[in-house]
């Protein structure tokens, strides 16, 4: 792989002639750790990040497996995600509108199929056409069932470990990060589960938004709170505990549902039941796959949820990282653009987007490419293209780009373990002077 380190247009890597990946992670690590300190940090974890052989599927993979998957996807299938794919009732009631999902633009695209039938929805419920509504119902209750499944990942929970390691690997060192700078944010698009595990695995206290223990209901302003110890009985001195998370699901989650009859202020509630048969009936409350995710992330949770996201990147001295991100998503993408008009405002992108952009990579490419284009030393942009060689003398593996999540959580964030066992020694070693003085 060719392994870059854009700040502005200026490939720094390049520049300094550095071609290996070990040469390479080492110095993007050193110049990350001075930007890791920053007082305000967040990072936008994308699909991406959950990615991989028993990770959650693509786009265009949900795509090829739901409308005709061919006689080798089928045999790859457990016995109930064959049950979930596009019935050929379903194909009827498309045939009849003239909505043909082998071809462009639906045939690789979720998005605009859901989209479409939403936009389908909403014509046959103004016009009062029960019959016909109905049907287009049924069509959209499927494709969001199969969504749901996928992103639920329940065929590969145990398979997915290298997943949930990589996730672990994150969570554990930035829980470590310096306990006198502010909590770090961890705002996601992932309506999956593997946040919420890897920190319950590792003893983390993290905040999502919710509050209550066993009826958990959304309330925006737990984001206000933080976890405190009593430092003196004493005394009224507090000290905000080291291992804490802020963690936003800005596009909901599998286990996040709707409860009409509630009487709270918000009736948005998280359930710990995350079993497919009970969560497909409930009204659940996931921003799917859609054009129309911008106007949807208008309403409760998603409004106050972004809310936060435009109030946290645009703190002074706010640094925004991006991870398993594609840039696709415009209402997301207007936040970051707002904050770049803030001085002290600094974005990473991880991605393999590079010198090598002429590939067809969609839309997503360019909105990278302009970032990269507006030539603004604030914004850097990492990662590797796809040109693989193989160097078995590496110690990192060569086969991995600077832009994976595993290489991000393993091997470019520091560990901060390190400064907390070196401010221990350092104050044992007072401690002793003192002690030798007396």
């Not at 949900?62 to 089928?74: D, G, K, Q, R, T």
Request: with cysteine; hydrophobic share 35%; net charge negative.
């Amino acid at each position: 792989m060719k392994h870059f380190f854009f700040k502005g247009k200026e490939d720094i890597l390049s520049s300094r002639n550095i071609l290996n990946i070990t040469e390479a992670v080492k110095y993007c690590k050193s110049e990350l750790s001075k930007l890791l300190e920053s007082r305000n940090l967040s990072f936008l974890v994308g699909s991406g990040c959950s990615l991989g052989k028993n990770g959650i599927p693509t786009m265009i993979k949900l795509a090829n497996s739901f409308y005709e998957p061919s006689s080798e996807v089928i045999e790859a299938m457990t016995e109930k995600l064959k049950t979930l794919i596009l019935s050929n009732a379903s194909k009827e009631i498309l045939k009849s509108y003239n909505l043909d999902f082998t071809k462009e633009p639906f045939k690789n695209n979720l998005e605009i199929f859901l989209g479409t039938l939403y936009s389908l929805h909403f014509y046959l419920e103004q016009v009062g056409n029960e019959k016909e509504l109905s049907d287009v119902n049924s069509v959209i209750d499927e494709t969001k069932h199969f969504i749901l499944y996928q992103c639920l990942n329940s065929d590969n929970l145990g398979k997915d470990e290298e997943i949930l390691k990589n996730y672990k690997n994150f969570y554990r060192k930035l829980s470590l990060r310096d306990s006198n700078l502010p909590k770090p944010n961890i705002f996601t698009t992932n309506y999956d589960l593997y946040s919420e595990r890897s920190m319950d695995d590792l003893g983390i206290t993290y905040t999502n938004g919710f509050s209550g223990f066993i009826d958990r209901y959304f309330n925006p302003s737990i984001f206000n709170y933080a976890l405190a110890e009593q430092m003196d009985i004493s005394s009224f001195k507090w000290n905000v505990i080291d291992s804490f998370i802020y963690l936003f699901k800005i596009h909901g989650s599998v286990n996040w549902i709707e409860v009409e009859e509630s009487d709270k202020l918000f009736k948005i509630k998280e359930l710990q039941n995350s079993e497919f048969e009970f969560l497909k009936s409930q009204k659940n409350l996931m921003i799917y796959p859609a054009p129309i995710k911008q106007n949807a992330s208008l309403g409760t949770p998603y409004s106050d949820l972004f809310r936060e996201f435009q109030k946290r990147i645009a703190q002074n001295q706010s640094v925004l990282i991006t991870m398993g991100y594609s840039f696709a998503d415009e209402h997301i993408n207007n936040l970051i653009y707002q904050a770049l008009t803030i001085p002290t405002f600094r974005l990473v992108v991880f991605s393999d987007i590079g010198a090598y952009v002429d590939n067809n990579y969609g839309i997503w490419r360019n909105n990278i490419e302009k970032l990269k284009n507006l030539n603004d030393p604030r914004i850097w942009i990492i990662g590797s293209d796809s040109e693989f060689t193989s160097n078995p003398q590496a110690e990192v593996n060569e086969g991995s780009g600077l832009h994976y999540f595993s290489t991000i959580a393993t091997d470019l964030l520091p560990d901060w373990s390190e400064n907390i066992i070196e401010d221990q020694n350092s104050k044992i070693i007072e401690l002793i002077h003192k002690t030798d003085k007396l």
